[in-house]
């Protein structure tokens, strides 16, 4: 009856894969309604977004590199801001082989302990 909080990191991995393209438009809506998400998460994930957008230096496959704020067209002076969400680029080793194949996915992502509660 307990379900363990979602972790968004692994939701995004899903999310991306099933797009199958390196960089897709979502909103904090479209994420919840996809992963059937209570709305009590939204501001977890919108911080989630932001914290992507804003530290580069978050460990994982992706990365938010454009955040834009519109207007919702079923509500008059309501906003949404949708995230631009993209594959983080592999950086090369300078001594690799060019003949070496390198995955766009790292094995795992790491995540330091005092972010689990928040990602």
């Known amino acids: 009856m307990n379900e363990p909080s979602p972790f968004f990191p692994d939701l995004l991995a899903r999310f991306m894969h099933t797009q199958d393209k390196p960089e897709c438009w979502i909103t904090v809506e479209e994420f919840?309604?996809?992963?059937?998400?209570?709305?009590?998460?939204?501001p977890a994930l919108s911080g989630f977004f932001r914290r992507l957008y804003n530290s580069p230096s978050i460990p994982g496959p992706y990365t938010v590199v454009r955040i834009e704020t519109v207007a919702a067209p079923e509500m008059t002076g309501r906003t949404i801001r949708r995230y631009l969400v993209r594959v983080r680029p592999v950086k090369r080793d300078r001594h690799s082989h060019e003949d070496t194949e390198v995955s766009a996915l790292p094995a795992t992502a790491t995540v330091k302990s005092r972010q689990r509660g928040i990602i």
């Open 32 to 42: 919840r309604d996809l992963f059937d998400l209570d709305k009590s998460f939204s």
